[in-house]
C-alpha cells in the first residue's frame, strides 16, 4: 500500500487517539481529590492487593509502576527507590505530597523517558492504556534481563459487576476501559519483546465479609477451575533474551560423601565449557578417603581448574550451599557425584541457559528410560505426585523435582540464599529450597532431559523412603501456603 493510500488513515487516528486520552485524564482530574476517600471504602480490597504483591516483590528493589495513582500501592512493596507514572496530573501531585520519599511524575506510559533500569515495573490496570504494544515496548527501555514485568488485571468476566457497582455508587466511575484476559494479554507481551513466567488469580471477593471473605478468598479461590473467576488476574513477564555466542564461567559442584570410586571419572567425564569451568568437590566430612582422592586429581590435573572445600557435615543442602559460596563462576552447576546423571550432558545446561531459555534448568529423570535399578519403582510414583503437585503449586511445570542436577546464575543464588530457611520445613537436599527460591523470584524454569543410570561405586544416600516422602509432603504443605495462600 503506497504512502497516498495510507494517509488519511494516519492523519485521522492520532486525533482519535489524542480525543480519547484527554477524555481519560480529564476523568482522573475530576476525581482525583476524592480518590483517597474511594481507596479508604474499599481498603480491605487494597490490602489484600498490596500484601499479595509483597509476596512477590522482593523489597529493596528499583521499582517503577505506572498508573500510579495517589501512590497506595508502594508503602506495601517497601521500594529502595521508586518512580510512579500517572496519566493524570493531579494525582501525581497528591501522590508526592502523600509519598515524598517516591518521584512521580505525569505522563503516557507510551512515551515516558526515564533514567532506568529498573528491577520491577508494574502496570497497574491496562484499562486506559491506550496503545499496550506500545507501553510495554517503551518498558523495555527501562529494563534488564533480570528485569521482572508485574502486569495487574482486572478479570473481563467482572465488567457487568464492575459497570453495576459503579451505578450504584459502590465504586469510583472510571472512563471506559480495555477489558483483557490473560491470553491477550500474553499475546500482547510477546509480540512487545516480553515472554510470560508465571500467571496468579487473586481476590474471588473484593469486599469485606467476615469469614465469607476469607473463605472464597484463601480456599475457593485456589481451586484449578474457580481461580479463573477471580477479579484480579497477575502475569509476570521477563524481557526475551537474544545472548547467542557469548560465553561465560561455569562452575560444576559436586556433593560428595564417600564417593572416592566416582572422583576420577567425574574430572575426567566433566566438560570444559564456556569461557571457562571450575570443579569444586564438596567433601562432606568422608571417610573413605574421598577428599585424598580429589587432592590426587588436583595433583595430577595442573591443565584443570579442581578445588576441594570442606562441607560441614550436617546434609546436602548445607554441602552444596558451601559450594556456591567458594564457586567464582558466572553460572553454578550441581552434579552429584555418584554420575548417576550423565557428566557429558551437562553442555545442554549450560546452552539452555547461557542462550537465554531459561533461568534455572531443572534436569528431568522422568523422559528417558532409566535403567533397571537407577530408580525404585516407590521412588517413581513419589517423584512423579510431588512433581505434578508442585507444578500446580508453583505455577510452572515440573517433571522432575529431586534431580540432583539444577544449573542457575550465580547472582540468583545471591537473591535466592537469602530465602533460605524461610518456607517452614527443613530442606535436607536443598531442590525445594532452589525451586521454592526461583518461582519466588520469577525465574524462568525449564527442564532439560536427562539420561540417568544405575551407581556404579557406593551407596545410595535416599534411605528412608517414607520418612523422606513425609518430609517432601510437608514441603508441598508449605509450598501450598507460601504459594496459594496469599
Known sequence: MDNKTRSPVKSRAPVQIEARKSLIRASYERIADIREKWIDRNRYFYNKLSSFLQFIIEPGKRVLIFRSELGQLLPGIAPSEAVGVDICPRMAELASKKYPAYSFISADPETVDLKGP????????????????????????????????????????????????????????????????????????????????????????????????????????????????????????????????????VSVIVPCKNEKGNIE??????????????????????????????????????????????GPGICKAKNVWTGFEAATGDILMILDADLTVVPEELPYFYDAIADGRGEFINGSRMIYPMEDQAMRLLNIIGNKFFSMSFSYLLGQRLTDTLCGTKVLWRRDWLRIRALLGSWGVEDRWGDYELIFGAAKLHLKIVEVPVHYLERVYGETKMTKRLNNGLIMLRMCMAALKKFKFV
Open 265 to 310: 571419572d567425574a574430572v575426567n567425564r566433566i566438560p570444559e565449557m564456556g569461557k571457562g569451568t571450575e570443579i569444586i568437590f564438596c567433601d562432606d566430612k568422608s571417610t573413605d578417603g574421598t577428599a585424598e582422592e580429589v587432592r590426587r586429581m588436583i595433583s595430577e590435573h595442573p591443565e584443570k581448574k579442581i578445588r576441594l572445600v570442606n
Open 118 to 249: 529498573f528491577d520491577y515495573i508494574i502496570f497497574y490496570s491496562l484499562g486506559d492504556i491506550i496503545d499496550l504494544e506500545r507501553a510495554f515496548i517503551n518498558a523495555k527501555r527501562f529494563s534488564t534481563e533480570d528485569t521482572r514485568l508485574i502486569v495487574i488485571n482486572y478479570n473481563y468476566l467482572w465488567q457487568p459487576l464492575v459497570t453495576l457497582a459503579e451505578k450504584i455508587g459502590w465504586k469510583v466511575p472510571q472512563p471506559t476501559q480495555n477489558w483483557l484476559n490473560i491470553p491477550v494479554i500474553e499475546n500482547i507481551l510477546y509480540i512487545s519483546g516480553f515472554e510470560v513466567i508465571k500467571k496468579y488469580h487473586q481476590i474471588l471477593l473484593p469486599i469485606n465479609i467476615p469469614v465469607l471473605s476469607w473463605l472464597f478468598n484463601n480456599v475457593i479461590a485456589k481451586a484449578p477451575f474457580i481461580k479463573n473467576l477471580c477479579f484480579i488476574q497477575v502475569v509476570a513477564a521477563k524481557k526475551i533474551a537474544d545472548r547467542k555466542a557469548r560465553d561465560y564461567s
